[in-house]
């Protein structure tokens, strides 16, 4: 069993900037299928950034601009990033890392992610 842990969530001011990362327990979730989604209140959860299996990083959230929203991998240290730039009181959420062994595709997620870590709270305040 993976077992994720986030961090690097707190509160920002409009404009600014965060990286979360997140760190597996194991390493075979580097054949994975890995991502970063958000989930606000009341709303369902999305997917903001995704890497396949074969290491291709797509920023998938529907957002006016999606280069605020970077995703990396460090293989050697079993740590997914998710780099975020000129925050927006909208991209205030709980974010959270998963993994897909499989890779089976999700209309709103992405991927059909079977493993979560706990989440790391971002607010961002204008």
């Known amino acids: 069993q993976i077992q994720l842990v986030e961090s690097g969530g707190g509160s920002v001011q409009t404009g600014g900037s965060l990286r979360l990362s997140c760190t597996a327990s194991?390493?075979?979730?580097?054949?994975?299928?890995v991502g970063w989604l958000r989930q606000a209140p009341g709303k369902e959860r999305e997917a903001v950034a995704v890497?396949?299996?074969?290491?291709?990083?797509?920023?998938v959230i529907p957002d006016p601009n999606p280069r605020r929203f970077t995703i990396s991998k460090d293989d050697a240290n079993n740590t997914l990033y998710l780099q975020m730039n000129n925050l927006k009181p909208a991209d205030t959420a709980t974010y959270y890392c998963?993994?897909?062994?499989?890779?089976?595709?999700?209309?709103?997620?992405?991927?059909?992610?079977?493993?979560w870590g706990q989440g790391t709270q971002v607010t961002v305040f204008a």
């Open positions: 998963a993994t897909d062994p499989f890779c089976v595709p999700r209309a709103k997620t992405w991927y059909a992610f079977q493993h």
């Open positions: 194991i390493a075979t979730w580097q054949s994975h299928c």
């Open positions: 890497i396949d299996r074969d290491g291709t990083a797509m920023t």
